[in-house]
């Protein structure tokens, strides 16, 4: 079945970084596009970054342009989000999405 697995969050000063990583098995993990998104209380879930089969990526966030990087290592199912110069507005939980399945998500808590 497929399954979905995040991890790497954790709290960190602002100006930090952090890298999660996201496990997928169930379906052609190198096939498929891998999607990060995240969720702060009382606020909507928003897509953080986008990668497809070819790692051809999308920002869904003007604010974490420049800042974050998705990547993807298809020989070990996994994709990553690299967060740098983090800031109190990326807290959040994230979570890995693909082919209309979720992961549990991994929190980030960003605060001096």
């Known amino acids: 079945q497929v399954r979905i697995v995040e991890s790497g969050g954790g709290s960190v000063q602002p100006g930090g970084s952090l890298r999660l990583s996201c496990v997928a098995s169930g379906f052609t993990f190198s096939m498929a596009v891998m999607s990060w998104y995240r969720q702060a209380p009382g606020l909507e879930r928003e897509l953080v970054a986008r990668i497809n089969s070819a790692g051809g990526t999308t920002y869904g966030i003007e604010s974490v342009k420049g800042r974050f990087t998705i990547s993807r290592d298809n020989a070990k199912n996994t994709v990553y989000l690299q967060m740098n110069s983090l800031k109190p507005e990326d807290s959040a939980v994230y979570l890995c999405?693909?082919?209309?399945?979720w992961g549990q998500g991994t929190q980030v808590f960003v605060s001096s």
């Open positions: 999405t693909s082919i209309g399945f």
